[in-house]
């Protein structure tokens, strides 16, 4: 089982920058995709973006297209989620999740995520 640790959130204004990271242990995190998702109020948990286990395949929501950046460093087991021009309808939780299988194929269906973070605030005022 890996375990995951969110930090980086915060609040920032709209046109602003906010980087996350995932830090994780337990189960080889070099051999899993991972993915970063988002649960704003009232809404459901959706998905932002996911990269392959040696980072050869990037993807990305349409919201988040342009906008953010993910990356992982698998030296430090960490996987960051740089995100730019902040829009007020970014503001959610952001989770991290670690893919259900070695085999990911760029699922955006959470259910292909098995390990999950606490997840970070992120506030963007208008």
């Known amino acids: 089982q890996v375990q995951l640790v969110e930090s980086g959130g915060g609040l920032v204004q709209a046109g602003g920058s906010l980087r996350l990271s995932c830090a994780a242990s337990g189960r080889i995190f070099s051999a899993y995709a991972m993915g970063w998702f988002r649960q704003a109020p009232g809404k459901e948990r959706e998905f932002v973006a996911a990269?392959?286990?040696?980072?050869?395949?990037?993807y990305y929501a349409d919201s988040a297209k342009g906008r953010f950046t993910i990356s992982r460093d698998i030296a430090k087991n960490t996987v960051n989620l740089q995100m730019n021009s902040l829009k007020p309808e970014d503001t959610a939780v952001y989770y991290c999740?670690?893919?259900?299988?070695?085999?990911?194929?760029?699922?955006?269906?959470?259910?292909?995520?098995?390990?999950w973070g606490q997840g970070t605030q992120v506030t963007v005022s208008s």
């Open positions: 990269i392959t286990w040696n980072a050869g395949r990037l």
């Open positions: 999740a670690a893919a259900r299988y070695t085999y990911y194929s760029g699922s955006s269906d959470s259910s292909d995520f098995r390990s």
